[in-house]
C-alpha cells in the first residue's frame, strides 16, 4: 500500500480487495465516522480549483484511485501495479464481506424507485446480509431538523457501513460534514447505486479496461457529463503533466557540480611562481 499526493490530494494506491477488507475492518470497531472517497480524474480536476473540495478529499479516511487516469498518474508517480477501485465493484466486494462478518449496512441516496431496485437487487444476492436502513432523501437541502433526524436514524439503524449515493460533489461534501456525527463507515458509491439497480448501463469492461468509459459514458449522458469528460478530464491531464515536470526539475540539477574543480578567473593574474591562481566556487539552484 502506497499514498501519493496526486495535485495536493493524498491518494492510496491498493486494491479493491485490500480496500474491502480495511473497510470491514473499520466497521468491526465501532466506527466513529469514517469515510471513503472513490475519486476518478473528475474529483482531482476539481479539486485542484475548488479549495473546499480539496479539503474535503484531503480529510477523507481514505481516497483511492476510481478512474484509469487516475492509475495511470499513479504509476508516473512512481507506483507499480496500480489497480483502479471501481466504486461500483467495490461495492459488491464490501457487501459480500459485510454478509460473511454480519455487519449490518446502510444506504442513502438515488430516486426512492431506485433505492427499492437496489436493495431488491442487493438482497437476492446476498440473501444473508442484513440491510438495516434504507432512505432517498428529497432532491433538496435538508432542514437542520430534518438532517439530525437522518443522523439519529442511521445511528439507531445499527448499520456499521453506509453507502452514499447522492453523486459528486455532493455526497462528498455530506459525509464530511457527518464525520464523526454517524458511526458508520461512510462510502461514496455515486452511480453504482444505479448501476446496480439496473438503472443505468455500465461500460463494457474492456472499455473500462482501456481507460475508454468516459466515452461510453459521455454517450449515453451527454448533457450532464459534459463538463466533467471534456472539462475536467483535459485539465486533470495538464495538470499531471505540470506535477510531473516540477517534480523531475526538483530532481535534476540545474547547475553544473564545479564544487570539485576549480574555474580559472580570466581577471586573476598568474600567480609569482608561474602557477595558475585558482578560485573555489560553490553552485547554486535556481528555484521552481
Same mark, same amino acid.
Given at each position: 500500500?502506497?499514498?501519493?499526493? %496526486? %495535485?495536493?490530494? *493524498?491518494?492510496?494506491?491498493?486494491? *479493491?480487495?485490500?480496500?474491502?477488507?480495511?473497510?470491514?475492518?473499520?466497521?468491526?470497531?465501532?466506527? &466513529?465516522?469514517?469515510?471513503? #472517497?472513490?475519486?476518478?480524474?473528475?474529483?482531482?480536476?476539481?479539486?485542484?480549483?475548488?479549495?473546499?473540495?480539496?479539503?474535503?478529499?484531503?480529510?477523507?479516511?481514505?481516497?483511492?484511485?476510481?478512474?484509469?487516469?487516475?492509475?495511470?498518474?499513479?504509476?508516473?508517480?512512481? #507506483?507499480?501495479?496500480?489497480?483502479?477501485?471501481?466504486?461500483p465493484d467495490a461495492t459488491l466486494l464490501v457487501l459480500a464481506a459485510a454478509e460473511r462478518a454480519a455487519v449490518p449496512v446502510g444506504f442513502y441516496g438515488a430516486a426512492p424507485e431506485t433505492l427499492a431496485r437496489l436493495a431488491a437487487a442487493v438482497r437476492a444476492r446476498f440473501p444473508g446480509l442484513?440491510?438495516?436502513?434504507?432512505?432517498?432523501?428529497?432532491?433538496?437541502?435538508?432542514?437542520?431538523?430534518?438532517?439530525?433526524?437522518?443522523?439519529?436514524?442511521?445511528?439507531?439503524?445499527?448499520?456499521?457501513?453506509?453507502?452514499?449515493?447522492?453523486?459528486?460533489?455532493?455526497?462528498?461534501?455530506?459525509?464530511?460534514?457527518?464525520?464523526?456525527?454517524?458511526?458508520?463507515?461512510?462510502?461514496?458509491?455515486?452511480?453504482?447505486?444505479?448501476?446496480?439497480?439496473?438503472?443505468?448501463?455500465?461500460? *463494457?469492461?474492456?472499455?473500462?479496461?482501456?481507460?475508454?468509459?468516459? %466515452?461510453?459514458?459521455? #454517450?449515453?449522458?451527454?448533457?450532464?457529463?459534459?463538463?466533467?469528460?471534456?472539462?475536467?478530464? *483535459?485539465?486533470?491531464? %495538464?495538470?499531471?503533466?505540470?506535477?510531473?515536470?516540477?517534480?523531475?526539475?526538483?530532481?535534476?540539477?540545474?547547475?553544473?557540480?564545479?564544487?570539485?574543480?576549480?574555474?580559472?578567473?580570466?581577471?586573476?593574474?598568474?600567480?609569482?611562481?608561474?602557477?595558475?591562481?585558482?578560485?573555489?566556487? &560553490?553552485?547554486?539552484?535556481?528555484?521552481?
Open positions: 500500500m502506497i499514498k501519493r499526493d %496526486l %495535485l495536493g490530494v *493524498p491518494v492510496t494506491a491498493l486494491g *479493491p480487495e485490500e480496500a474491502a477488507d480495511r473497510i470491514l475492518a473499520w466497521a468491526a470497531n465501532a466506527p &466513529t465516522g469514517r469515510y471513503v #472517497c472513490f475519486s476518478p480524474a473528475d474529483h482531482l480536476a476539481r479539486a485542484h480549483r475548488q479549495p473546499a473540495f480539496a479539503q474535503v478529499l484531503r480529510r477523507a479516511d481514505l481516497v483511492v484511485p476510481d478512474g484509469m487516469g487516475v492509475v495511470w498518474a499513479l504509476g508516473l508517480l512512481g #507506483c507499480r501495479q496500480v489497480q483502479r477501485v471501481y466504486g442484513r440491510i438495516a436502513y434504507a432512505w432517498s432523501p428529497p432532491f433538496r437541502p435538508l432542514t437542520a431538523e430534518e438532517d439530525e433526524a437522518v443522523t439519529r436514524a442511521v445511528n439507531a439503524s445499527g448499520a456499521r457501513i453506509l453507502f452514499v449515493g447522492l453523486g459528486t460533489p455532493k455526497q462528498e461534501y455530506w459525509m464530511a460534514a457527518h464525520r464523526g456525527r454517524i458511526h458508520a463507515v461512510m462510502l461514496g458509491v455515486g452511480a453504482a447505486f444505479d448501476f446496480l439497480a439496473g438503472t443505468k448501463r455500465q461500460a *463494457p469492461r474492456w472499455m473500462m479496461r482501456a481507460g475508454l468509459e468516459w %466515452l461510453f459514458r459521455f #454517450c449515453t449522458e451527454p448533457r450532464r457529463l459534459w463538463r466533467r469528460y471534456l472539462i475536467n478530464n *483535459p485539465r486533470f491531464v %495538464l495538470l499531471v503533466a505540470g506535477q510531473l515536470l516540477r517534480s523531475r526539475r526538483r530532481r535534476t540539477p540545474t547547475t553544473n557540480d564545479v564544487s570539485d574543480r576549480g574555474i580559472v578567473l580570466p581577471e586573476e593574474k598568474p600567480a609569482a611562481s608561474g602557477m595558475v591562481r585558482i578560485r573555489d566556487s &560553490t553552485g547554486f539552484r535556481l528555484p521552481l
